[in-house]
């Protein structure tokens, strides 16, 4: 805004005034003024440089641009009137004089210095580019702490400071990082993690421009930090240096290689990044000869910078630290695949509430029992925290052992309850066992405060299954009831937590409603007489959830029921005598016959012989023989004798003790397990070669 003689305004001169910025006024007039007392002559105001008209360095203006550096106005220059003055006359001295060198506003002319020292115009400047430093390093700060990772925080430092502060930066990290309180791993090694550089470019017609340099700059990629040397000296020394001291060059030699050669001079800042414990890299700021050199102002920009990014650099360590524990803890909880037994086809879904929460308190498991059977479990322990997760993990290793024991589902319940009380108050979950038998077709559910599963059948219909609520594990002093059902062929049942159909939108029973019209309308698309594919229908239970449906963490688990037909399976009662185990050969002949696998009697004939002599034994009861003819051929030997059957190795002498070493070597697979009335030893054989 420029200042008219005729104002009636007074004004403060604009030296006093440096947040205000304007422009210097056009001179009038170039004429020659006596000099006053105490100033240094007259100047041309056009020019700024000296009397005799050679360009000077020292060019000024008053703040208000009505002077010309020297105090005095420019010549031919009306002297701006106070309000009093309006018409002419001798302007009344009242204004408050103005720092030093300034123009007196009633008199226009220069008014003595308060103190020695630099010129207004000089101070001014001074002010804006220490003002132009506090927006740039709060600026730069805020981009690096947007970065969450390692990578958005180097990359974050690259782009704040090239080009605004830097022409290139190399950035070197300590490799391995260390986190936390870890104890670094010696020797100290740098890495250079990331280098940015901007060229200048001519083109013709246009000015000088900074562009994207695609060659990075030259640099060592790997430096060791000798102990004593110049480079941990300075390392040590936290500070930001400039490059053009003697430690400085032996640091940076060290560090990008003696083949690499910086701009001399304060062109070069070397920065240590310091993190809350330790030092973990160094920066390093290069500018080009034609820019103007680093200040002493920048080094504390540079060791802000340096301060912010290590800091950052530290939590991102961290933050990538936790997730890897949270993924493990993931992994670990959950199983990484699913059994196929046999009879029986699964598939699982496992969502978190949130992605950065990658582990929450439900969990599914699908553990093969004996005779061929399968327990399928889901469960959801309340709450969110890690110590959720970590109730869950122990949850579900009392369920898998508790399976093994093959107990009934309800006193697996029980157990569980008595656990989760054993491991402290209000640690209380939900859970839904069902255990199901493909000879048979039933299967049997417990329920522990556990939305209801839901069965699919083959021709479309969905229904809620049934089942007794019961109350929360960790309450206490409640049973639980189990109920058996049938599982048709070719049906599918589905368990679930309530996070899938509960949310702040819906309430659960809703939420189950629209699950069982959504799996009908599925199961409608593919026909009254296939079943839709498992994955796909998992896919398509999810894809219901809108958007506000995701409050919880979500676990699915499907399982679709195909059966072992009667005709496949041939079972009997043995007394523990010792004709039993002829009795066996002869029975197992027969059936291979029937199912067209003779060329398996041989060896089916010698492993039940053997595994049958070793129950009658021990057995006081009759032992049982089962043979299912599936994809492979399974044998099952059950007996009241708790003990389990261990291999070893036979010496010459013994006359026993070979028996499981033909399974082991002529059957497919074979194991043996514990049940609560005794025990079943198993064996596979391929059918097909």
Known sequence: M??????????????????????????????????????????????????DGTPGADRE???????????????????????????????????????????NATTATPSAPESPGAPPAQDGAAARREGDRLRF?????????????????????????VPTFSDAILVYLRDPLPVGDERPIAPFVLRLRRTDRLRLTDVEGEELTLVPDPDPTPAAELCEVRSGGALAEVLRGV????????????????????????????????????????????????????????????????????????????????YGREAYIADELQRTMLPDSLPQPTGVRLASRYLPAAETARVGGDWYDAIPLPGSRVALVVGDVMGHSMTSAAIMGQLRTTAQTLAGLDLPPQEV?????????????????????????????????ANAGHPPPILLHLGGRAEVLRV????????????????????????????????????????????????RERLAATAQLTGPDHSPPLEALCDDV???????????????????????APSDVAYWFLEPEDAAPGRARRLARRALARWDLEELSDSVELLISEVVTNAVRYAERPVTLRLLKTDVLRCEVGDDSPQLPRQRRARDTDEG?????????????????????????????????
């Open 61 to 103: 203006h008053t703040a208000d641009g009505t002077g010309d550096g020297t105090g005095r106005p420019v010549p031919g220059q009306a002297a701006p009137h106070t309000a009093g003055n309006a018409g002419g006359g001798t302007p009344a001295q009242t204004a408050a004089p103005a720092p030093a060198m300034a123009v």
């Open 2 to 51: 420029t200042e008219h003689p005729t104002s009636h305004e007074g004004r403060q001169p604009l030296a006093a005034r440096p947040h205000e910025r304007t422009r210097p006024r056009q001179q009038a007039a170039e004429a020659p003024v006596p000099a006053q007392p105490g100033s240094a002559g007259p100047r041309s105001a056009a020019a700024g440089g000296r009397p």
């Open 542 to 564: 999810l894809d219901m959830l809108g958007p506000g449906d995701r409050d919880d963490d979500i676990a699915l688990l499907a399982a679709r029921f195909d059966g072992i």
């Open 413 to 445: 319940l029980h157990h569980l309850d008595e656990q989760a009380q054993r491991l402290g108050q209000d640690r209380m979950a939900t859970c839904m066992y069902a255990v199901y038998d493909p000879v048979s077709h039933r299967i049997t559910i």
């Open 468 to 515: 007794p609520p019961g109350a929360p594990i960790g309450v206490g002093g409640v049973d639980f009831e189990a109920v058996e059902l049938d599982a048709p062929a070719g049906a599918t049942l589905l368990l679930y937590t309530d996070g899938l159909v509960e949310s702040r939108l819906r309430d659960v029973w809703t939420g189950i409603e629209q699950l």
């Open 239 to 318: 500070r930001p240096v400039f490059g053009d001291s003697a430690a400085a060059r032996a640091a940076l030699s060290e560090l990008l290689g003696r083949e690499h050669v910086l701009p001399g001079g304060h062109r070069a800042i070397l920065a240590p990044l310091r993190g809350r414990r330790r030092v973990i890299g160094a920066a390093v700021f290069l500018r080009r000869p034609e820019r103007p050199a680093f200040e002493p102002n920048d080094l504390l920009v540079a060791a802000q910078l340096a301060t912010h990014t290590a800091l950052g650099i530290d939590k991102a360590v961290l």
């Open 137 to 161: 390093v709060g600026a730069a700060t805020r981009r690096i702490a947007r970065g969450i990772d390692l990578d958005e925080i180097v990359l974050g430092l690259c782009r704040a400071t």
């Open 657 to 689: 003790g070979r028996g499981l070493f033909l399974v082991n070597r002529l059957a497919r697979r074979w194991g043996a397990t514990r049940l609560s009335g005794g025990k079943v030893v198993w064996f596979e054989l391929a059918t097909r070669t």
